[in-house]
């Protein structure tokens, strides 16, 4: 081999180094821009801003306490307002990333038109601006905490371990909507539907132990196999309990963040060559 060859050779990694460099940080300055461009259109003339981030919660929790706790009789559950809360934040992280993420494509249709782009960018970006949303929302945690009278323990550290793994669940939800939403529109109303009964199939106002009670075994491990179900569990174990989840929640959450990363990925790549044509 000349030593043209080599020198040619030895140059080409660092070029190709640097173009994948260039390519991620285009990548991160497009997300920062588009979760900023969503958050200011989500605040953009409202008076109190970001602490409805705050209020909402609070507000479900207490009126979602008072029509349970008179209606059901679930004031007997000890801090039952906490239960509600950290319940409903985590499914509010599902629900907004993956309600915004099936439209994701469709909305960012007039600049993929215009621009080459990688197209994950947008689902992502719809995630990673609810994951915003419930840092604001611990706020309101925080307060029902202190109302409740429950302390944090060293287990609060494994809350980015939980959020995480939710994360990459809810991106694998939101690769694999938005894709299938392209070619089929109906997919944005079917998963309203399919979102709302997943809530009630979720232990969020109602006690873990009524499930012991369901009649059928098979129903029982799938309520127990529910990915939001074992999302929801460890927030509530690290938070309401003070103790670390159990290992067979933490597989659970695990496996359904990997398996839906791999089956939302998969699916995502082999279908966005013909975005183009049907957005």
Not at 108 to 113: F, G, H, S, T
Not at 204 to 220: E, G, K, T
Not at 254 to 269: C, I, Q, S
Request: aromatic share 14%.
């Amino acid at each position: 081999m000349s030593q043209d060859q080599t020198v040619a050779g030895q140059a080409t990694v660092p070029a190709s180094e640097a173009y994948a460099k260039t390519g991620r940080a285009k990548e991160k300055f497009i997300l920062a821009q588009l979760v900023g461009k969503d958050f200011k259109r989500k605040y953009r003339r409202s008076v109190l801003g970001v602490v409805w981030s705050v209020l909402n919660p609070l507000l479900m929790m207490v009126v979602m306490s008072l029509v349970f706790s008179f209606f059901l009789r679930y004031d007997n559950m000890e801090h039952y307002p906490l239960y509600l809360i950290l319940g409903n934040v985590i499914w509010t992280i599902f629900a907004d990333s993956t309600n915004q993420g099936v439209t994701s494509i469709l909305d960012a249709a007039p600049l993929l038109k215009k621009v080459r782009i990688n197209k994950t960018v947008f689902p992502v970006e719809r995630v990673l601006f609810a994951l915003v949303n419930f840092a604001f929302s611990l706020v309101a945690v925080v307060i029902v905490m202190l109302w409740e009278g429950v302390l944090p323990t060293w287990t609060v550290i494994l809350l980015p371990v939980l959020l995480v793994l939710l994360m990459g669940f809810c991106i694998g939800m939101s690769l694999l909507l938005s894709s299938l939403a392209v070619f089929f529109r109906d997919i944005i109303h079917l998963w309203s539907v399919v979102i709302l009964a997943w809530s009630y199939v979720t232990p969020l106002f109602w006690p873990v132990s009524m499930i012991a009670q369901v009649p059928y075994a098979f129903m029982r491990v799938i309520m127990l196999a529910n990915p939001m179900y074992n999302y929801v569990a460890f927030m509530r174990m690290i938070l309401l309990n003070g103790q670390p989840p159990e290992l067979i929640t933490v597989a659970m959450c695990v496996f359904w963040a990997v398996f839906m990363l791999a089956v939302g990925y998969a699916v995502f790549r082999k279908l966005q060559r013909k975005f183009i044509l049907y957005i």
